[in-house]
């Protein structure tokens, strides 16, 4: 079992779906991160979180720290919102990044 | 620009030679991380360094491996006697760890290398 478990892997969505992709680890962490990972491999941070929840316009992200998970919520999705998203948890001491295998969304016009 | 960067972007070799990269991290950055991500996959952990301290490596780092980061500014990640399972973007982040962060990596655009 992988420490940091993504779900959906894949995901298709009409524009303007409210999207929601989910993520549980396993492991100690200090912080949990939301990244955005465009064709072309760079990867881009959306939100870190060690509690409760973040807003950056239409992007959410909440985590509960007793139960492992964390949730990305995406309002009004666009096409643009086109990319994978990766959970990543940085561990305790080391505070490495431990990825999940990512989402790959897509949104249809 | 400030961010990460990673030179060169793109690599295609053959069989058995051996590859260098560089990742020149954000300048007041004293941590280093060398991540590898195959196709579909999520990245992985290689290897990190302190300023110039290599303080964990991961077992995927095979022998043919190595990762210096001199005077603890830039990085380099050689392989040798490259195999066609090398083929994976290689990805570099650096962070600044201080007393109050929670270390936040900035990653580079990464390597893409091809072997043959």
């Known amino acids: 079992k992988n420490e940091v478990e993504q779900s959906p ?3 298709t969505a009409q524009e303007g779906e409210f999207i929601t992709i989910n993520c549980s680890y396993s492991v100690g962490i200090s912080a949990l991160h939301w990244l955005q990972q465009h064709p072309g491999g760079g990867i881009v ?8 929840k973040k807003k950056h316009g239409r992007l ?16 009004a999705s ?4 086109s990319a994978v998203y990766i959970c990543a948890v940085s561990i305790v001491g080391t505070y490495k990044y431990i990825f999940g295998t990512g989402t790959r969304l897509k949104v249809l016009a | 620009d400030t961010g990460v960067s990673q030179n060169p972007r793109h690599k ?5 030679q051996n590859v260098t990269f560089r990742c020149d991290p954000i300048s007041e950055h004293n941590r280093l991380y060398w991540y590898r991500q195959t196709l579909g996959q999520g990245p992985e952990f290689l290897t990190y360094f302190q ?6 490596k991961s077992r995927l780092l095979s022998d043919r491996f ?10 380099t990640l050689e392989i040798q006697r490259t195999e066609q399972g090398d083929s994976a973007m290689y990805l570099c982040a650096s962070s600044f760890l201080g007393t109050l962060t929670y270390n936040e990596q900035f990653f580079g655009p990464g390597t893409r290398l091809t072997v043959l």
């Open chain 1, 60 to 75: 959410i992200a909440t985590i509960n720290i007793q139960e492992k998970h964390s949730s990305l919520h995406i309002t």
């Open chain 2, 51 to 56: 300023n110039e301290a290599q303080l964990e």
């Open chain 1, 78 to 81: 666009h096409p643009r919102d």
């Open chain 1, 45 to 52: 941070s959306l939100f870190m979180l060690s509690s409760g």
């Open chain 2, 12 to 16: 295609i070799t053959k069989r058995g």
């Open chain 2, 66 to 75: 190595s990762a210096e980061r001199p005077k603890g500014s830039f990085s």
């Open chain 1, 9 to 11: 892997q894949n995901l």
